[in-house]
């Protein structure tokens, strides 16, 4: 499958767990409360305006595209999974901020830096879903094992672009977007 398509399969996902996080019944957000105090110490911790705040958010990103692609192999369940709960979620605390605050909260703490890390999300899992797809495909095919080195190189080089991308949304989280949320 070309890569073209793994695109629009990882857009997929990500919208169906949009339209899932829509679904989500309102009673949800005590479920969600031991996340949210755990966020909240978190924020504690990571200050806008520092440079460590930066390196953190990015190392994050970072850290959870490599997961999704060195676990793929297992069935996609994982890049697949990334992908529809970071949509469920964004689209569950969009209702909510909307809800309490306004539309225009919400876009002023997306928009920013979302420009950049949405698409390394699905750069960096359609990367994670072609090559668990040729690694799954290469164990019960021996015509298809020769493709899964070139695969894996291909897939390495669409990583590295979802990490160039993750790195301005780190800065731009840290040092812009705060100031449009004051």
Known sequence: MRYRTWILVAAG???????????????????????????EELARFLKPFQLSTAVFIFLKN?????????????????????????GGLISFVSV????????????AGLLPHGIFELPALIIGEAAALS????????????????????????????????FALLLPAAIIETYITPLFLR
């Open 13 to 39: 996902l990500f919208v169906t767990g949009m339209v899932l996080g829509l679904a989500v019944p309102d009673d949800t957000g005590d479920f969600f409360a031991g996340d949210l105090s755990v966020l």
């Open 62 to 86: 970072t850290s959870a595209l490599v997961f999704s692609f060195i676990l793929s192999p297992l069935l996609c369940l994982v890049p697949i999974l990334a992908l529809t709960v970071n």
């Open 96 to 107: 909510t901020i909307i809800e309490q605050e306004s539309v225009g909260l919400l876009l």
């Open 131 to 162: 090559f668990g797809a040729m690694a799954i495909t290469a164990l019960v095919s021996k015509k298809r094992r020769s493709q899964l080195s070139p695969n894996l190189k291909q897939n390495i080089k669409y990583m590295a672009l979802a």
